[in-house]
């Protein structure tokens, strides 16, 4: 599976940040936190943000049009029918679409051509644009990950204001020698 660079396509992939472990809930009521995660927020990469006319802290919308699902499958218990071929041959896999708006953050942390986004943060997840297909013996999603337009909506409140969001990059090299 690989992205279409002419179409605008980017991988797309989720996870935690350390600052709002689990789902935000506890994050949300402390003021602190509260500033430094604000919103659903989308890294990406300067290189990639340059030729989308995107800075840091303009609201973005990220969409995609080729999300798998899984329907139904896992009721039998014989080889490769848990495969993802043999879910698509039977019909337990079917294309869907997603989209979530979040404030852009531009930094080097990511790998050009890969956005990155907190899994589920807020009222608007970043979940809705990744692959929903099980692993058979967990129940889990095999991978976080997904493909990803992405364009500039409008600049956020966010932008001028380092009181309300701060950009300083979430990776720590540690002291400066």
């Given amino acids: 599976m690989k992205p279409q660079e002419d179409q605008g396509e980017f991988w797309f992939t989720v996870g935690r940040v350390n600052e709002t472990w689990q789902s935000g809930v506890d994050t949300l009521r402390k003021p602190y936190l509260k500033a430094r995660w604000p919103d659903t927020f989308m890294e990406v990469h300067p290189q990639d943000a340059e030729p989308l006319g995107i800075e840091s802290g303009d609201y973005v919308r990220l969409w995609s049009d080729d999300i798998l699902i899984q329907t139904g499958g896992f009721q039998h218990i014989e080889p490769g029918s848990f495969s993802f071929t043999r879910l698509m ?40 644009l990744i692959h929903r297909v099980p692993d058979p013996v967990t129940n889990r999603y095999r991978f976080k990950i997904g493909k990803a337009k992405v364009e500039r909506l409008r600049e956020s409140p966010y932008r001028k204001d380092i009181l309300l969001l701060t950009f300083k990059s979430r990776t720590y090299a540690g002291p400066e020698k």
Avoid: W
């Avoid at 989209?99 to 930094?107: M, P, Q, R």
């Fill in 89 to 128: 041959d039977d019909g337990h896999i079917r294309v869907g679409s997603g989209e979530v708006e979040a404030i852009a953050i531009i930094t080097d942390a990511v790998k050009p051509r890969l956005l990155f986004a907190n899994f589920l943060y807020g009222t608007r997840t970043a979940n809705s």
